[in-house]
């Protein structure tokens, strides 16, 4: 069991999503920075798909009932176990009754918490991910608040006994393994480059349009959320923008608004729409993109289909990777 | 009737969603003829379930394929399978009976704030609105947007009104709405734009339901206006046409 002693600003249950039913209208929702809730599992011995806390800005501060063993992504963190600092990007072995507070995502927007057995909500149409827009799933279809208590399912997986033995035989309140992983996308820099390919309606757009809205530097606004971001930036020629017949739109998917502003959508936003569809962040781009804050400086870089093809490639060999060397590294442990 | 006479579908575009998606597009301009073959393309899509589409998304005019993360080779060969399976796909087969969906509805006052208004712009009575609104059976053409959210066709044109200038902020649960030509049903609060007729208590959407959505594309619609005394009680009619 895990006790929610406070939930920080934005902090929910997710998975990796719930696909397959956009034709019902419902979005994948699951972790915005999916790479990063995967690579936590596999830290903690779970399966890619279980269950863990997704938080913005800030974290939540939590009290874990019994010894688990837990691992913290996403965005660089300030974290202790209690009182004592405690490192993110491996696994963590703690004992009952720890007190963990996360403190603010010091790079990046998101954090994730894997926990050795997963969050054990009950899933809704195949996921355990929190519809915060719709109100389902996740605990009570909402972002978590102080006093809840989350179920976690049992730890069955045999990696980080060793970690696990040390902790109980030493009088620590936590043990961290001695090695990590490298973070999944780079989040440092003065100006993220997002790779965008050509949207479906890209032809509906005049191209002065189109010219000011690849060649400038684009700031989040704080109106942005899971559902989208959205952007201030250089003034957009003043043009009708032609609304389309609605079709469906994806988390990716680059949006023109009729005051001449783009909106990358996230992953809870709807799942079509009628403003034109200018581009789409590429794949290998999206978890990195869905880590930006508001006040972070945005530049489109328009790719080819080949240069979407190199970037996805090493992007997969970098997962890849990164799975092979965790489950040597547990196998060891 | 005979099925031999249905056409098959030919004139498809097929184009590239960024590296996440295939589109399919067969006309230009909303209608029952292209909601048809929308429909034919999904139904047989469905049946194929390759294993390389993560999920199928029908719109007024296409149909968009979500492809799983695959190499660009990959996606170039399920684009072709996909082609295949289109043009081969037959309208009116495998696709389930229609069902006719009878929504029980309470037409303005706080249940329609703006029946006055549409009435006032349209040059109608109230009552008039209200009678051109429950008229037609209305087809869904596809449920997106919102969870259940069904976009409708065959709303009277003379009830078509361009959508409020300055979008609500909170549109309730229920409401039953029109936005341009389309008339729909608001199944969760939300922000929105289009002009509230009448609300509704029928559940559009329950994600524990073995059926969350309680309409699907094909489906038809009709309303069925309800004095507000007589709404909490009145259920939703469900007859297979």
Redesign the interface.
């Known amino acids: 069991m895990l006790e929610v002693i406070a939930p920080g600003p934005l902090t929910s249950v997710q998975d990796l999503g719930r ?8 979005p994948i929702a699951g972790a915005a920075d999916a790479d990063a809730l995967r690579v936590a599992n596999l830290l903690v011995g779970n399966s890619e798909h279980a269950a863990g806390l997704e938080f913005t800005l800030s974290g939540p501060v939590l009290r874990f009932s019994g010894p688990r063993v837990i691992a913290l992504t996403g965005g660089n963190l300030d974290a202790s176990i209690d009182g004592e600092p405690v490192p993110g990007w491996r696994p963590v072995a703690l004992a009952a009754g720890s007190e963990l507070r996360i403190g603010r995502v010091v790079l990046g927007a998101r954090g994730y918490l894997a926990i050795s057995g997963g969050i054990n909500v009950k899933p ?2 195949g996921s355990r991910s929190t ?1 915060l ?5 996740g605990l009570h279809g909402r972002a978590l608040r102080a006093g809840d208590h989350l179920p976690l399912g049992r730890s069955e997986s045999a990696s980080g006994r060793s970690l696990r033995r040390k902790r109980a035989t030493s009088q620590r309140r936590f043990v961290a393994a001695s090695w990590w992983v490298a973070a999944t996308g780079d989040l440092r820099g003065d100006v993220a480059w997002l790779h ?2 050509p ?2 309606d890209i032809a509906a757009l005049n191209p002065r349009v189109l010219r000011v809205l690849r060649s400038g530097t684009w700031i989040v606004s704080r109106d942005s959320d899971r559902m989208g971001l959205r952007f201030e930036g250089p003034e957009v020629p003043r043009v009708v923008v032609p609304e389309q ?4 739109v ?1 988390p ?2 680059v949006q023109l608004t009729p005051d001449g502003r783009p909106i990358l959508l996230g992953v809870d936003a ?4 009628g403003y034109p ?1 200018i ?5 290998a781009d999206l978890g990195r993109a869905m880590q930006l804050k508001p006040g972070d400086r945005v530049r489109p870089v328009l790719v080819d ?2 240069a ?2 190199g970037l ?2 090493l992007r ?1 060999c970098e997962l890849e990777r990164m799975r092979f060397a965790i489950a040597m590294r547990l196998a060891e442990d | 009737m005979s099925r031999s006479a249905a056409p098959s579908l030919s004139g498809w575009r097929i ?7 295939i ?1 399919l597009r067969c006309a ?1 301009q ?1 209608g029952d003829a292209s909601s048809a073959r929308v429909h034919a393309a ?1 139904a047989a899509l469905r049946a194929a379930a390759l294993p390389e589409v ?9 149909l ?1 394929v ?1 492809l799983r ?1 695959l ?2 080779s990959e996606r170039e060969r399920v684009t072709a399978t996909v082609k295949q399976i289109v043009a081969a796909a037959v309208e009116g087969a495998d696709v389930a009976p229609h069902r006719c969906v009878v929504i029980p509805a309470c037409y303005g006052g706080s249940s329609g704030p703006d029946l006055a208004a549409v009435a006032e712009s349209t040059g109608l009575s109230e009552a008039e609105v209200v009678a051109r609104h429950v008229a037609p059976v209305y087809r869904v053409a ?8 069904p ?1 409708l066709i065959g709303l009277d044109p003379t009830l078509a009104m361009a959508r409020r200038a300055t979008p609500r902020t909170r549109v309730p649960a229920g409401s039953v709405a029109i936005g341009g030509a389309q008339t729909g049903i608001y ?2 609060a ?1 922000p929105g734009g289009w002009h509230l007729l009448a609300r509704t208590h029928a559940r559009l ?1 329950d ?2 339901h073995a059926r ?2 309680l309409l ?2 094909g489906d038809r619609v009709r309303f069925r206006a309800v004095d507000a005394a007589a709404l909490a009680e009145s259920t939703v009619e469900i007859v297979d046409a």
């Open positions: 696909p397959g039913h956009r034709a019902l209208g419902v809704v149409m519809d827009r719709c109100g389902f799933g965008v390919l949207g479906p017949i609605s079709a469906a994806l990716g998917t709807q799942t079509t729409g569809r581009a789409q962040v590429i794949r289909e080949e979407a093809e996805r490639r997969t | 184009d590239t969603y960024g590296d996440a998606a589109e230009e909303i999904l993560d999920d199928l998304v029908p719109g007024y005019v296409g968009t979500l993360d190499p660009r596809f449920i997106g947007f919102l969870p259940g959210f976009y199944p969760v939300s959407f994600p524990d969350p959505s699907g594309a």
